[in-house]
């Protein structure tokens, strides 16, 4: 049987607890550390830290491939702090740091939250207690929180027209993808009026969010791409059919619009137009495309050789075919 303390990188957790030893003002050890599934674009471990007095607490470290280039890590804790502050149900911020030091990239850790991310598997969970559209209702209240969060609390949070950079980059990339050309032209033509900017997670998803046997929200789950800009990026991303994983619901694969919106509606005291949703849901399913066209890119260019970041490449026509069905 394996040593249930044992770790899987003794200089890591040897680095790891140093800096922990070095936040906490005491000698500290790490023990059971291991790698945790999912995330192409960065490291997730978990741990449990024993402490001087002899307690122990677990915590979580999500840092930067020691060979990838620095990211917004810093910022994402700062962004953790301001959730908080806004009810966002969030990990406990423990400390982060750019890239340096013991743990050599940039990273955070948060303390530890039970509960499941794996979507097949959260899927299946919701499914069987029935909890689908209360989830979907839950999502829409959480999303209000964080619209909530005041940009000028977090520093450095980029912005811009989310359209024009999504041109910008496909036209960079320099790929023939004649759908999404076609998509962008007809958002540019057929633009809703634009809405308040906020603080926009980003990544809202099934996937980021940490859901408990119960089949409520326990922690909202990788800021890494949030920015300003308007609050429907947010409840269209939920929705794209990239994140239903399969199912026919249209919220994350689990709940229905109308639980979501409704919810939504209620706890930010706004009334939500449905057809400036579609166009928004139009918008972020190309961007999905396009992001995997920057993530295989990631790996053919050897900036950072990865099985993970080459398979999604397959994903690209899959998301051409979607948005050509949205353009009917």
Request: charged share 20%.
């Amino acid at each position: 049987m394996p040593d249930p303390d044992a770790v899987a990188d003794p200089a890591l957790a040897g680095a790891l607890a140093e800096v922990l030893g070095e936040r906490w003002g005491e000698p500290v050890e790490v023990e059971a550390l291991g790698r945790l599934p999912g995330g192409s674009s960065r490291e997730s471990w978990s741990c449990t830290v024993r402490r001087s007095d002899g307690s122990r607490r677990r915590v979580v470290l999500r840092r930067d491939p020691p060979a990838a280039p620095s990211s917004g890590l810093v910022l994402e804790a700062d962004l953790l702090g301001a959730a908080a502050d806004a009810g966002v149900p969030v990990p406990g911020l423990v400390t982060a740091a750019v890239a340096g030091g013991p743990l050599v990239s940039a990273y955070v850790i948060v303390d530890f939250v039970d509960g499941e991310t794996i979507p097949r598997r959260v899927l299946r969970m919701v499914a069987e207690s029935g909890t689908g559209d209360a989830l979907a209702a839950q999502c829409g209240r959480v999303l209000a929180a964080v619209h909530t969060m005041a940009p000028a609390s977090v520093p450095g949070l980029p912005g811009g027209d989310q359209l024009e950079q999504l041109r910008g980059l496909l036209d960079h990339l320099g790929q023939p993808h004649p759908a999404f050309e076609l998509a962008l032209r007809h958002a540019a033509a057929n633009r809703p009026p634009r809405g308040p900017q906020v603080v926009v997670h980003g990544d809202f998803r099934t996937g980021n969010l940490l859901v408990g046997p119960d089949g409520s929200i326990r922690a909202v789950l990788d800021w890494e791409l949030a920015h300003r800009g308007d609050p429907l990026e947010d409840l269209a991303w939920l929705c794209a059919k990239p994140w239903r994983f399969g199912s026919d619901l249209p919220v994350g694969g689990f709940g229905n619009l109308d639980a979501l919106v409704s919810a939504y509606e209620e706890a930010a005291g706004v009334t939500v137009d449905r057809g400036a949703l579609a166009w928004w849901e139009l918008v972020e399913t190309l961007r999905w495309g396009i992001i995997c066209i920057v993530q295989v890119l990631t790996h053919t260019s050897g900036a950072l050789r990865s099985v993970e970041l080459a398979a999604i490449g397959r994903r690209v026509c899959e998301v051409e075919w979607d948005v050509l069905q949205m353009l009917g």
